[in-house]
Nanobody, 124 residues
Framework: QVQLVESGGGLVQAGDSLRLSCSASGLTFSSYVMGWFRQAPGKEREFVAGISRGGESSYSVKGRFIISRDNARNTVYLEIPSLKPEDTGVYYC????????????????????WGKGTLVTVSS
């Protein structure tokens, strides 16, 4: 079965940067569009960034995040430079089972597989 495992979160200070990782198994990783989502305290889960099978990316906010993928390692990354307190939340990676799938499929209500998330806490 598909498993997604996020890592790289932690307690950081505003202005620091982080690189989150999501390791995937149970799927032909290179054939799947991948997305990062986050859920801030008291808020709904929201889309952050996505990357297509071909490496095209999309973002909720341009310039705030950098998404990349390493198909040889079955891993998708999310870099967050210059963290802000409002970036605090649980970050999840997710994917969809449909083939073909593309960036337009990356909606919170449309994902088939989720990781358990990694917590990022940014102190001011």
């Amino acid at each position: 079965q598909v498993q997604l495992v996020e890592s790289g979160g932690g307690l950081v200070q505003a202005g620091d940067s982080l690189r989150l990782s999501c390791s995937a198994s149970g799927l032909t990783f290179s054939s799947y569009v991948m997305g990062w989502f986050r859920q801030a305290p008291g808020k709904e889960r929201e889309f952050v960034a996505g990357i297509s099978r071909g490496g095209e990316s999309s973002y909720s906010v341009k310039g705030r995040f950098i998404i990349s993928r390493d198909n040889a390692r079955n891993t998708v990354y999310l870099e967050i430079p210059s963290l802000k307190p409002e970036d605090t939340g649980v970050y999840y990676c997710a994917t969809v089972d449909r083939s073909p799938s593309d960036l337009a499929d990356l909606r919170t209500d449309n994902m088939d597989h989720w990781g358990k998330g990694t917590l990022v806490t940014v102190s001011s």
